[in-house]
């Protein structure tokens, strides 16, 4: 694929706020496993190879294992493998980047409101949304894995 337009370059001033709500999110209270999760299970859903290269290299730096990795896509299958925390981040992750199939479910709130405060849930939207974006401007633009 042919790169596309520099977003960084043609429009700084937007591309710094997007970095400023990546710094935002960074901050949060999330464990550095779950903020990697959500990357990672919105990259798949995306299919932004530039976001799932960057952020299954972090995870693992980060201490996540390989097989969680590989099987994340499948992770209904493989519960065993995930906490319930996890899980419910997980499902969260999906239902806000798929949010125009049925929203977010009750159910779905529900069991992130059981795991987590709602401060903490609302961090969770909020980094879920962040990687959504940068998805969005990779794939769209065409960035290639490791720029």
Same mark, same amino acid.
């Given at each position: 694929?042919? @790169?596309? +337009?520099? !977003?960084?370059?043609? =429009?700084?001033?937007?591309?710094?706020?997007?970095?400023?709500?990546?710094?935002?999110?960074?901050?949060?209270?999330? /464990?550095?496993?779950?903020?990697?999760?959500? @990357?990672? %299970?919105? /990259?798949?859903?995306?299919?932004?190879?530039?976001?799932?290269?960057? #952020?299954? @290299?972090?995870?693992?730096?980060?201490? =996540?294992?390989?097989?969680? +990795?590989? &099987?994340? /896509?499948? $992770?209904?299958?493989?519960?065993?493998?995930?906490?319930?925390? =996890?899980?419910? &981040? *997980?499902?969260?992750?999906?239902?806000?980047?798929?949010?125009?199939?049925?929203?977010?479910?009750?159910?779905?709130?529900?069991?992130? *409101? @059981? #795991?987590?405060?709602?401060?903490?849930?609302?961090? !969770?939207?909020?980094?879920? !949304?962040?990687?959504?974006? $940068?998805? %969005? !401007?990779?794939?769209?633009? #065409?960035? #290639?894995?490791?720029?």
């Amino acid at each position: 694929m042919e @790169k596309r +337009i520099n !977003i960084a370059q043609a =429009e700084p001033q937007l591309y710094k706020a997007m970095y400023g709500l990546e710094a935002a999110t960074a901050q949060t209270e999330l /464990s550095k496993t779950l903020k990697e999760l959500i @990357k990672i %299970r919105a /990259s798949q859903i995306n299919n932004c190879a530039y976001c799932l290269d960057m #952020h299954t @290299k972090d995870a693992i730096k980060n201490g =996540e294992t390989q097989q969680r +990795i590989f &099987v994340l /896509s499948a $992770w209904r299958e493989a519960t065993y493998l995930y906490t319930e925390e =996890e899980q419910a &981040v *997980l499902a969260m992750t999906e239902e806000v980047t798929l949010i125009s199939n049925n929203g977010v479910s009750e159910e779905t709130y529900q069991k992130a *409101l @059981k #795991h987590f405060t709602k401060n903490q849930v609302a961090q !969770i939207i909020m980094a879920i !949304i962040t990687i959504n974006a $940068w998805n %969005r !401007i990779a794939v769209s633009t #065409h960035l #290639h894995i490791g720029e």
